[in-house]
């Protein structure tokens, strides 16, 4: 198997993950024809958020009417890998690698992992660290650099799994309240 394609995997019978050659459990590249799968899962990502923050976060419905997976299936230096298990999506991983410009900072091209989800009865399984390292395989092959991604402070779960991926903080954002919402 080339280094750079997907792996496959499966659940033992107790739910962890091992690697296989060929098994129920694989992590693919994203086709146009799963868009609507895919998309179902980003409108569950975005509820979440949306449950826990409304008036900070759109509903799960107005978000994918604005973001535009295809997009990333089809244009060079965009990702989308799902996490099939038993036919089913049960997650996916959107990143992109840019140049960056900057008249401070030193040229780059960086990796961004815009959005990341996984079904909540596959989570802790291993199925999001193995979407991020497939990712960053892409990333290192198209020339990124360092891989980025942006978390909400509130998010410990979210903080704690990336700070295991190795991801560090790098800028901090800072926001101030000026007028309060109901």
Known sequence: MNPSEPKAYTFSSNMTMTQKTSAEYV???AHVEQLDEI?????ALHEEHHRK??????????AVKEKDIAHYIVQPN??????????????FITGRVYKLQSVA?????LGNIDEIYILPKFRRLGIAQTLIHQLETSFIQ?????AYLDVWSQNASALSFYAKQ???????????????RP
Not at 78 to 91: R, W
Not at 105 to 109: G, H, K, T, V, Y
């Open 27 to 29: 992590i693919r590249t």
């Open 166 to 180: 190795s991801f560090r903080s790098h800028i901090v954002s800072l926001k101030k309240v000026l007028v309060d």
């Open 53 to 62: 923050s409304p008036y900070i976060f759109k509903s799960g419905k107005a």
């Open 78 to 91: 965009h990702f989308v890998y799902v996490a099939i298990y038993s036919k089913q999506i049960v997650g």
């Open 39 to 43: 998309n179902e899962l980003l409108c």
């Open 142 to 146: 198209h020339g990124a650099t360092h």
């Open 105 to 109: 900072l030193q040229s780059n091209f």
